[in-house]
């Protein structure tokens, strides 16, 4: 079979378009997805910006109630003189009061001394001291840690009087109501 020129013409034309729409269709494709990866990307950091915020308003907030306990001349008083049923209920206290369902106090050695979670950690050392330093030297103290296969966001505070005495650390679990509110 014999192609005549109107033939070779149709078909040179055809596979020209062909190509031509090939190489258009791949280089839509490659810049619509690098596109929409980027904009992913971008919608990624701003919803984590907005995520971390959020979690220093909280750290700010369940810092400023553990500041509270922490300057609170009874408690100072109990952990002075080692009252621990006061130490105790104080804490689950103020736990309640700012959303955190486990209280720990921290000896200066980083021993844990109380937990309000039966049975608790207490006598073992507090597994995170660098929160225990940043406390200490006046930074800020919050991270995300995992006690008990759980994870939670926890606050450490210096108990001052007027030196440090102690530290109370404030955990709030990282459940789903709490990644909800936030």
């Given at each position: 079979m014999r192609f005549g020129l109107r033939n070779k013409l149709a078909l040179f034309l055809v596979i020209t378009l062909v190509t031509v729409q090939?190489?258009?269709?791949?280089?839509?494709?490659?810049?619509?997805?690098d596109i929409l990866i980027e904009n992913g990307k971008e919608q990624l950091r701003r919803s984590a910006d907005l995520f971390l915020r959020q979690l220093d308003v909280r750290t700010q907030r369940i810092a400023e109630g553990a500041e509270i306990l922490a300057s609170d001349f009874p408690l100072r008083q109990a952990v002075a003189s080692n009252d621990r049923p006061t130490i105790r209920s104080a804490l689950r206290n103020h736990g309640r009061r700012v959303g955190a369902t486990r209280m720990l106090l921290v000896n200066l050695e980083g021993m844990v001394?109380?937990?309000?979670?039966?049975?608790?950690?207490?006598?073992?050392?507090?597994?995170?001291?660098?929160?225990?330093?940043?406390?200490f030297a006046g930074e800020r103290a919050a991270s995300t840690v995992v006690l008990d296969d759980?994870?939670?966001?926890v606050v450490v505070l210096p108990v001052l009087a007027p030196t440090p005495i102690a530290y109370i650390a404030a955990a709030i679990p990282l459940d789903d109501a709490l990644l909800e509110e936030l």
């Open positions: 090939g190489l258009t269709g791949v280089v839509v494709y490659v810049t619509t997805r001394e109380l937990d309000t979670l039966p049975p608790g950690v207490e006598g073992v050392e507090f597994a995170f001291p660098d929160l225990l330093d940043a406390a759980t994870a939670f966001w």
